[in-house]
């Protein structure tokens, strides 16, 4: 196979200050503790606080009120996985790892690396074989070792866990001990949602792929809510490439479990590949999300997926990966369904194209 995952290379521009901050940080003759703070101003100045932008255009074209786009384009790589990619770069530095190690297939490895590089440690990024992105070429200019090995996504991952263990490496893979790290790294998108509309949406709509990112950000709205900040917790609405994602059919299917999809029935596009998997890695913990919120589930075509793009282009400004506006096209199908009644309605826009 031949496969791209159908991301366009990114400049991965950081800011002046941020350069001069990570001087500091790789200079192991200064304390870990004002490395770590340092750091910890890198992630404050870089990663986080995406746009919030109501989509009047698209409100009037598809007869909703108050639609909101979170748009996590606007972070350094330009998608979501910086959020965790550098919670878990500060989490090696704390914990004084030489290296960190993960496998990827495009973006989270792009991410990893920037995180990486800033701090001064090393990435080391596995790709299958089968995989080809044009983020190859920026995981390097920012100083990642690229391994290739064989077998699948989900293969290369467990494969790269287990180096990390017997290396001494820092595994920054999804699923097992990072989990929660990761989780409570994209809570902060339901934070940063509530910060803007001052209490939480009647519905947010995610793409999904291993199910961390809808995870994630379920968990923060029930922060929320625990604390007396919102008046609710929203339905998190999941969506993902038709038939290709095992949350989405587990659920669909009424299923108290995240069931596997066998690997030989799963074909990767260009337009589909950041949202498919046979086995999700915090499958468990999205399906929970969407069981407890009185969630909807929804499989997108690539047709959907490439129309959708063109829309946002035309409509919005927005350059967004196909894949990215899964969420988005899932609550408008709802939307059409149910005819909402005048609220508030967020959909994550993962990444841009």
């Known amino acids: 196979m031949n496969l ?18 990570a001087e500091f940080v790789r200079d192991k003759s200064k304390s870990l503790v004002d490395r770590l703070e340092s750091y910890e101003d890198i992630i404050n100045l870089e990663v986080g606080d995406t746009g919030l932008q109501r989509a009047k255009t698209l409100e009037r074209e598809f007869d909703i009120r108050q639609l909101y786009v979170k748009y996590e384009g606007d972070n350094p790589t330009g998608t979501q996985k910086d959020r965790i990619a550098f919670a878990q770069v500060y989490d090696a530095v704390r914990r004084e790892f030489d290296a960190v190690s993960l496998a990827t297939c495009g973006n989270y490895g792009v991410a990893m690396a920037l995180a990486a590089n800033l701090a001064g440690i090393l990435c080391k990024i596995y790709i299958p074989e089968s995989y080809h992105t044009e983020r190859i070429s920026e995981m390097g200019r920012l100083k990642a070792e690229i391994i290739r090995l064989p077998g699948s996504y989900e293969d290369v991952v467990k494969k790269s866990s287990e180096l990390a263990q017997e290396e001494g490496w ?70 993902s490439s038709s038939r290709k994602n095992p949350i989405v059919q587990s659920f669909l299917q009424g299923l108290d479990h995240c069931q596997d999809l066998d690997p030989e029935a799963i074909k990767e596009t260009k337009y589909n590949e950041p949202l498919i998997n046979w086995h999700s890695f915090d499958g468990e913990e999205a399906l929970y999300a969407l069981r407890e919120s009185n969630g909807e589930a929804f499989n997108i075509s690539d047709k959907k997926l490439r129309q959708m793009t063109s829309v946002l282009a035309k409509k919005e400004g927005f350059r967004i990966l196909p894949a990215a506006t899964a969420g988005l096209i899932a609550l408008l199908e709802l939307d059409e369904k149910m005819d909402f009644e005048p609220g508030r309605f967020v959909a994550v826009l993962t990444a841009k194209n």
Do not use: H, W
Not at 4 to 21: F, H, M, P, Q, R
Not at 198 to 226: H, M
């Open 4 to 21: 791209k995952d159908g991301v366009k290379t990114a400049e991965n521009k950081v800011s002046s200050e941020a350069k001069k901050l």
């Open 170 to 239: 820092y595994d920054a893979n999804p699923g097992g001990s990072n989990t929660p790290l990761q989780i409570s790294a994209y809570s902060q998108i339901a934070i940063e949602i509530f910060e803007e509309l001052g209490d939480a949406p009647e519905y947010c709509a995610v793409p999904v792929s291993n199910g961390t990112l809808f995870a994630g950000i379920y968990r923060g709205f029930v922060s929320l809510y625990k604390r007396g900040k919102t008046s609710r917790i929203p339905k998190m609405i999941a969506a």
